[in-house]
């Protein structure tokens, strides 16, 4: 069983690693459930997940700390894009910190996922640089939803919203949002983490030591036949 961000399933390449996987070893199945980051540790944490694939660093660290895991290496990364209606790409540029203040002033709807997600993790963090609070604004909106659902509500509403980039991607042609043109920052780069739960059997670890090892050399291929792209998602390092 592999618990893994909605991100990366919403995207379609965690099913995608899966299928390879499965394919090179015949009678292994794979079973995939998307969560946000903070219920998939929580998988984690009750035994009812084996693989672990998160985006959360403060909320790894807490599971690390506990000593809940085989081995956890970070071994994919992909970024985080601003996502807003047409029009807005031209009037809002530069830092993520400048743009997220300047929607603040001119009370442009943002959504959040505000589920505990790896990148609502973010997205906090990123308000928090640019000196606001947005909790309670009448132009703020929470979906507690996945990636998938909140790109569908935030194009709904005209609204701008953070997201990992190949769940934008996977869904772009049917949706009227456009990349916002934001300054290029490390601070946008977005590492998965792979980790094996205590205790779990020995096809979970050499899934898990797969999807660490070997994994990051079927990405250019898979980034081409699910987004016509050769690195949205890149081997980490």
Known sequence: MVAAGTTLVDSGLM????????????????????EASAQVLELGRRGAADVLVTHAPALEELFLADGLAEFSEIAITSDFVLVGPPGLEDRLTGTIEEVLIEIAAAGLQFVSRADGSGTNEREILFWEAAGIDPSGEPWYR???????????????????????RGSFVAVADRLGLAPLDVSPSADLANPYRVTLVVGSSDAASDFARWLIDQAPNVLPDLNRALFGEDDLYRAAG
Request: no cysteine; hydrophobic share 40%.
């Open 142 to 164: 929470e979906t507690g939803q996945g990636m998938g659902l909140t790109l569908l509500v935030a194009d709904q509403r005209s609204a701008v919203t953070l997201s990992e």
């Open 15 to 34: 099913d995608a690693l899966a299928d390879q996987y499965e394919s090179a070893n015949p009678g292994v199945e794979v079973s995939v459930v998307g």
